[in-house]
């Protein structure tokens, strides 16, 4: 959801129930930290395009979850329409459900802060801003991530 022309897409895991009622990813109190991280970084979040792995919330007697490995699949077709359509220059991704995206493999702890370039985009790894709620350290790994977000597309302009 965002900005249709943007050259930085943000891709987190799954709605939360804010994020279900509102049908806007990042929202809520992870939302409000990324906003200020946007903010610290320079950027401005309608001029991204931000979206999950999964576009459907995944609930367990009613609490939030990890999507399941078929869900992943499943969802995944649209995830890549949207990006193809898009076309961002730079796509973060965020969490242990989108690091994979491009980071095949690898835990977050061992991606965060990664790039890689692949013919159609370049990829950066952050943690989730909801992980960064529970382990405040974690915020200036996802701003250096932003930050580094912005050089690359500005460089790529």
């Known amino acids: 959801m965002g900005n249709r022309r943007a050259t930085i897409a943000i891709v987190g895991m799954a709605p939360g129930a804010n994020e279900e009622r509102q049908q806007t990813p990042f929202v809520g109190r992870s939302g409000e930290l ?4 946007l903010e610290l970084a320079g950027l401005r979040r ?7 792995t999964v576009h459907c919330r995944p609930k367990e007697g009613g609490r939030n979850r990890d999507p399941l490995p078929f869900e992943l699949i499943s969802c995944r077709p649209w995830l890549d ?25 690898m835990r977050p702890s061992d991606a965060n802060g990664l790039v890689r370039a692949t013919g159609e985009r ?6 989730h801003p909801a992980y960064a709620l529970r382990q405040p350290s974690f915020t200036k790994d996802i701003f250096a991530a932003l930050r580094l977000a912005k050089e690359l597309a500005d460089d790529t302009d």
């Open 34 to 37: 990324l906003n200020r991280l």
């Open 46 to 52: 309608g001029s991204m395009f931000l979206t999950n």
């Open 122 to 127: 370049i990829y950066v790894s952050s943690y």
């Open 81 to 105: 329409t949207e990006l193809r359509l898009l076309h961002p220059k730079v796509v973060v991704l965020m969490g242990k459900t989108a690091i994979p995206i491009g980071f095949p493999g």
